[in-house]
C-alpha cells in the first residue's frame, strides 16, 4: 500500500519485515524454529482489544463495524495456548516454521454475538475518516491473519483451547479485574454520537 495511507503501509511493513528476517535467518547455517502467530487474546494484551470491546458492551451502547465489510475471518490464539506451543516446541527440540493458532474460525457477527454486543454498521470510509477505525473495531480492520495449524498439530502435538471456551475466560477476567479504559475508549463519545445519526 501507499506510505501515504499509514495504518495499512505499517502493517503491511510490520509483515514483510518478518517474513524477511524469517528468510534471512533460513539461508544462514543457524538452526531455526518459526511460530507464526495471529492475534493473541490474553488477560495480560498489553493493547487492550478485547477489553475496550467488553468496555463498549457494559457501557450499553453498540459496537461499530465498518457495514460493507467482507466477513473477515476470525482465527486468533489463546495466551495460554501459545506458552504451551513455545514449551512443546522447546521439549521436542523442533525445527522448522510451525503456524499457532485455534481451530475454530468465527466471523465478526459470531464474535458480537458471543460478547452481548449490538453492531451498528457504517460505511468504512466513514469510520477511517473520522479516526474511529480500528479502535472501534480492531477484530474488523482487514490485517488479520487466519493461519492453517495443521503441522504443528501433526508435527508436535499442539492443542487448542475452543474460540468460546477462551472468550469466556477472558470475559471473566474483564469482571474480575476491571481496569480503567484505555486509549481506544477515549473516543467513545464520538462512536455513539456516529452511531445515532
Given amino acids: 500500500p501507499p506510505a501515504a495511507n ?3 503501509f505499517n502493517n503491511w511493513s510490520y509483515g514483510i519485515h518478518k517474513r524477511n528476517a524469517e528468510d534471512a535467518l533460513r539461508a544462514s547455517s543457524i538452526p531455526l524454529t518459526v511460530l507464526r502467530l495471529p492475534m493473541i487474546n490474553s488477560e495480560r494484551d498489553h493493547y487492550f482489544r478485547l477489553r475496550n470491546y467488553l468496555t463498549r458492551v457494559a457501557d450499553g451502547g453498540p459496537i461499530l463495524i465498518p457495514a460493507e465489510q467482507p466477513q473477515l475471518p476470525l482465527r486468533h490464539v489463546y495466551g495460554p495456548d501459545v506458552v504451551r506451543a513455545v514449551m512443546r516446541t522447546i521439549e521436542a527440540q523442533a525445527t522448522g516454521a510451525f503456524n499457532v493458532g485455534q481451530d475454530d474460525t468465527w466471523t465478526i457477527d459470531q464474535f458480537l454475538t458471543h ?9 468504512a470510509a466513514t469510520l ?15 490485517w488479520m491473519s487466519a493461519l ?3 503441522l504443528g498439530k501433526q508435527t508436535l ?4 483451547t475452543p474460540f468460546a471456551e477462551a472468550l469466556n475466560h477472558l470475559i471473566e477476567d474483564f469482571h474480575r479485574t476491571p481496569s480503567d479504559p484505555r486509549a481506544g475508549y477515549a473516543q467513545r463519545p464520538q462512536e455513539l454520537a456516529l452511531a445515532s445519526q
Fill in 6 to 8: 499509514t495504518f495499512d
Fill in 157 to 160: 502435538g499442539l492443542t487448542y
Fill in 128 to 142: 477511517w475518516s473520522h479516526g474511529l477505525m480500528p479502535q472501534c473495531s480492531p477484530f474488523s480492520e482487514p
Fill in 148 to 150: 492453517d495449524n495443521t
Fill in 115 to 123: 460478547i452481548g454486543a449490538t453492531p451498528a454498521r457504517i460505511p
